[in-house]
């Protein structure tokens, strides 16, 4: 399930937190619940009415000198250009039209892509709507009034943002290729991975017309099966992004990982797992998508027997938050073991999209209960009447109880190993969903 990416732009000062705060309430904490999950504020999920999308703040790190202002206004609005079915573009009806307000929804305009106008601080709408309409010289149409700190208007500005959702643009979803991301840190080897696989001949296509998104897709062709891999590495317009280079990845990485049905995370291993490479598996992570942890430069490291064994654990400390991820160590230079992750990524997939019978689902429940008693509180004990499938990708359960405050989040992990014993679900989350039942 793709979802539409909707990207900030605006100047300092505008309000753009306040806005995204207001717009991603409290989704953004759930992610403290997962070390090693990124805590900024860069993107966050957003559902309005039946509509979910992903937003992502453009803005970063804001230089103090204002000759520096309109370049760093200029980079967000490529970014957001670059990878944003919709844009949204704040302005201050306090502050009222300045210079780069004109210079970016100029930018903007010449993109083509669609733009919703925000005009925030209009706390009293009354009094702020004859210079609400001033912002009609930008030239990108209706100006729409908001106030993010009083939560005003942000219903009539969210429908306008989710009327350019177009079906086309999900068209992807109709594409039954599994569409694999490559992500990881600079440097890890990741369009050499993508690079030896188009060497050795598999490679119909590159850069597949039609996609809104401005990434590089290359088809890749292994039995006889296409393969469409998105790659995150070309950092394409190096020489002009000069600051916020991690922002600008991990927007890279957030918006390929939408895409994508199995995500591959590269580690160096000459490097070693870091505390970065935790935060970008756990974007993965976050959006129940299959993983597989590609350890690569494999060639590069003496061995012993030991190595691997080292290496593995080392991995599942640092990515303890995921230890169904999947783990194959490569080697870009050799091609060591790239078939077999050709292998790995079909068993992702599948893993994926299993669904497992109600009956063979509750007998295991049961057996598990009568293994482990459920706990209990102030005399009153949990009890799990039924537990069902209903979804996919990534695989999600519901179970009715008695009363959720007494089903702990470690007694939910123990049923899930027990569903995981059975049926392995390697490389891919489980999501479950606990109800009451009276
Ligand atoms: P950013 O730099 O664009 O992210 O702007 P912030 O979200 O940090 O907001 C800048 C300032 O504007 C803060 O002092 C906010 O409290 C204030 N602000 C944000 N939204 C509103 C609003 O709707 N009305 C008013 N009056 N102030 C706001
Ligand atoms: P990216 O930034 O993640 O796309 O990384 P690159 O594919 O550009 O690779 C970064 C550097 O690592 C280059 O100098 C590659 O030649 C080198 N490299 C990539 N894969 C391997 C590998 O499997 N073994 C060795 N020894 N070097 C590799």
Known sequence: MSKPIVAIVGRPNVGKSTLFNALAGEKISIVKDHPGVTRDRIYADVTWLTN??????????????????????????????????????????????????????????????PIVLVVNKVDNFDKFMPDVYEFYNLGIGDPHPV????????????????????????????????????????????????NKLIGEDRVIVSDIAGTTRDAIDTTVKYHGKEYIFIDTAGLRRKNKITEDLERYSIIRTVTAVERADVVVLV????????????????????????????????????????????HTNKIKEVLAFMPYAEMIFVSALTGQRLNKLFDLIEQVIQNQNLRIATGVLNEIMTEAVALQQPPSDKGKRLKLFYITQV???????????????????????YIENKIREAFGFAGTSLKFFIRERK
Do not use: C
Not at 391 to 398: D, G, H, M, Q, R
């Open 52 to 113: 979910q999308f992903t937003m992502i703040d453009t803005g970063g790190i804001e230089p103090e000198s204002k000759d520096l202002m309109l370049s760093h206004m200029r980079q967000q609005a490529e970014i957001a250009i670059e990878t944003a079915d919709v844009i949204m573009f704040i302005v201050d009806v306090r502050q009222g039209l300045v210079d780069a307000d004109f210079k970016v929804a100029d930018m903007l305009r010449r993109s083509g892509k």
């Open 147 to 194: 106030s993010a700190s009083s939560k005003l208007g942000l219903g009539d500005m969210l429908d306008e943002v989710i009327k350019f959702f177009r079906p086309e643009d999900m068209a992807e979803e109709e594409d039954e290729r599994p569409r694999i991301a490559i992500v990881g840190k600079p440097n890890v080897g990741k369009s050499s991975i993508i």
């Open 267 to 310: 580690i160096d291993a000459s490097e070693g797992v870091t505390e970065q490479d935790a935060k970008i598996a756990g974007i993965a992570h976050e959006r129940g998508k299959g993983i597989i942890v590609a350890v690569n430069k494999w060639d590069a490291i003496e061995k012993d027997d030991k190595t691997i064994y080292k």
């Open 391 to 413: 979804a996919v990708k990534p695989p999600t359960f519901v179970i009715f109880v008695n009363d959720k405050s007494l089903m702990h989040f470690s007694y939910t992990r």
